[in-house]
């Protein structure tokens, strides 16, 4: 079983950053592939990016891509977000997930509780 706990959400002016991180539990985080996805109110859950295990291989949305740097530190257990240049429409719920290297949220095995970000204009 892998717990996942999200940190760094909040709000922030509309070019501003923020840095979202990921614990995971286990004691073997290393060898699962990690991704960030988001959900805005009345929307469904979208795919933001992912790393493999190693962090050798990364994928972002195409809405995201030259913002935001997913990375991870296997030494930590933690998976990392950093956003940059927020926009409004980055305002979401963004939830870590772990067991899949894929933009597909339901190849992934667990889910974090999520955590809020809001951008303001």
């Known amino acids: 079983q892998v717990q996942l706990v999200e940190s760094g959400g909040g709000l922030v002016q509309a070019g501003g950053s923020l840095r979202l991180s990921c614990a995971a539990s286990?004691?073997?985080?290393?060898?699962?592939?990690m991704g960030w996805f988001r959900q805005a109110p009345g929307k469904e859950r979208e795919f933001v990016a992912t790393?493999?295990?190693?962090?050798?291989?990364?994928q972002y949305a195409d809405s995201v891509k030259g913002r935001f740097t997913i990375s991870r530190d296997n030494a930590k257990n933690t998976v990392y977000l950093q956003m940059n240049a927020l926009k409004p429409e980055d305002t979401a719920v963004y939830y870590c997930?772990?067991?899949?290297?894929?933009?597909?949220?339901?190849?992934?095995?667990?889910w974090g509780q999520g955590t809020q970000v809001t951008v303001s204009s």
């Open positions: 997930a772990a067991g899949s290297y894929s933009t597909r949220r339901e190849l992934y095995d667990y």
């Open positions: 286990t004691r073997t985080p290393s060898i699962y592939p």
């Open positions: 790393i493999n295990w190693s962090g050798s291989n990364i």
